[in-house]
């Protein structure tokens, strides 16, 4: 779903609208980012990009838009008339999704006329702050499963349809197996997984008469839930009910609560001694990556992990201390210098370099020998330049990046972050663009 011109803070309205009957049209240049990583974060995944430029190539504010801002701010409606017709024409360097981002690294930057790049600041921030957020989630994970496969149960639990379709397809960025999400699935190529709920078999006499009749209706591989009752009895009963059905590999059962690792070992020797190693133990309820990797450490036999509503929402971290700052307008360089938030001035550019000793610089700079470009040019004139990257693609880029990233930032429990340095040459202009700006203050 593509946002309308009126999803935005009122404050964009009203500063694109002085902006326009002031005359300041010329180019500016913002530039999103993220702070800091939240506590037990190692790194980003970069997500949203796509989302963002969707939004922006339909972008326009018509005439009723316009009316909803003057209702708005309890104007006339020719007050804001000005606004109708605005689209964005501008330029967007982005970060390819799939890619890692470390602190302070851009993201994204829009180069557009003042009035548009500042009226699509809210929704770039929501597109890329919340997808991010979850991928960075996510793969956190596919990590803690080690081999095992991840797959999504959390549109129940999202804040939103949308948001529940953005999770799992970040999800299957990241590296998810599959996903329960039906529209999720048909919309990014995504393998459907599911199985059943306790109120299906509490609505049979008994679990097995559940469990045949669940089978008669899916003739292929079937995942029975065997925790309704006493979870060690329903996975005899299930154990009985697949070997007399004799339906063959990609069967399973699921556990939804207890002690699973407990659970998991017990089940197991059931499943073995009746005949089924083959028969995989599927475990959910309330899981994360840090339950997931406690139950991976602990030996426990599962063989999937199904994680919902602590990653759909990204529960320990559900926002990223991210910004979108003016960092030029009309050619001149600007910065922020209020205390703690100071930002770096000028269009930018990201070279990775091995080991993530990744620098930040300016744009036009020379890049170092051993460093390659993170921001690409992804729209200019207000269209995307060439076309939508496939959703495997991405998660190449971030199985790569990966492989690379220091052992330290991919741990489970207190992760250390890498931190990129700042190019001398852009050292050099901020502090050029502080001085600047505090004789001007001083002046004042």
Not at 274 to 286: D, F, H, N, T, Y
Not at 298 to 311: E, K, L, M
Request: glycine share 8%; hydrophobic share 40%; proline share 7%.
């Amino acid at each position: 779903m593509t946002p309308q011109a009126t999803a935005t803070d009122l404050y964009e309205v009203t500063m694109a609208l002085s902006y326009l009957r002031e005359g300041m049209t010329a180019p500016a240049t913002f530039s999103l980012f993220v702070r800091d990583v939240p506590p037990q974060r190692g790194f980003l995944v970069s997500a949203g990009l796509e989302s963002a430029l969707d939004y922006l190539e339909g972008l326009r504010v018509e005439p009723a838009d316009a009316e909803a801002f003057a209702a708005a701010l309890h104007r006339p409606a020719a007050d804001l008339a000005p606004l109708a017709g605005l689209r964005f024409t501008g330029e967007v360097w982005g970060v390819p999704e799939g890619r890692i981002v470390l602190p302070g690294e851009p993201l994204l930057e829009v180069t557009a006329p003042l009035p548009e790049a500042q009226l699509v600041e809210t929704c770039l921030l929501n597109m890329l702050n919340h997808q991010t957020s979850l991928a960075s989630k996510a793969v956190r994970c596919v990590l803690a499963a080690d081999g095992r496969p991840v797959v999504d149960f959390s549109l129940r639990r999202t804040h939103g349809i949308e948001s529940g379709i953005q999770a799992a397809r970040v999800g299957g960025l990241v590296g998810f197996a599959a996903t329960s999400n039906v529209a999720a699935a048909q919309a990014f190529g995504l393998p459907a997984t599911g199985t059943m709920a306790h109120s299906y078999v509490e609505a049979f006499a008994d679990e097995e008469d559940a469990f045949r009749a669940f089978a008669r209706t899916h003739p292929g591989p079937v995942t029975l839930l065997v925790d309704t009752y006493d979870t060690e009895a329903g996975t005899a009963v299930a154990a009985r009910v697949l070997r007399e059905l004799n339906r063959g590999p990609g069967c399973g059962i699921r556990l939804d609560s207890g002690d699973l690792g407990v659970l998991a070992e017990r089940c197991r020797r059931l499943l073995d001694d009746a005949g089924l190693p083959e028969v995989r133990i599927v475990a959910s309820g309330g899981l994360d990556e840090f339950a997931v990797d406690a139950l991976v450490r602990s030996g426990a036999p599962i063989d999937v992990f199904a994680v919902g509503t602590r990653v759909g929402v990204a529960a320990d971290a559900p926002y990223l201390d991210s910004a979108y700052k003016l960092v030029a307008y009309d050619g001149t360089p600007v910065m922020k210098l209020s205390t703690a938030k100071v930002t770096a001035p000028g269009p930018k550019q990201v070279w990775r370099r091995p080991g993530f000793r990744d620098v930040i610089g300016t744009r036009d700079e020379r890049p170092p020998a051993d460093g390659g470009p993170l921001l690409h040019r992804v729209m200019t004139d207000g269209e995307r330049v060439g076309p939508r990257p496939a959703l495997d693609a991405s998660r190449r880029l971030l199985t790569d990046d990966l492989r690379t990233l220091p052992a330290e930032a991919k741990r489970i429990h207190d992760p250390v972050s890498p931190h990129a340095t700042i190019s001398p040459r852009l050292s050099r202009l901020t502090d050029e663009v502080r001085r600047r700006l505090q004789g001007t203050a001083r002046a004042a």
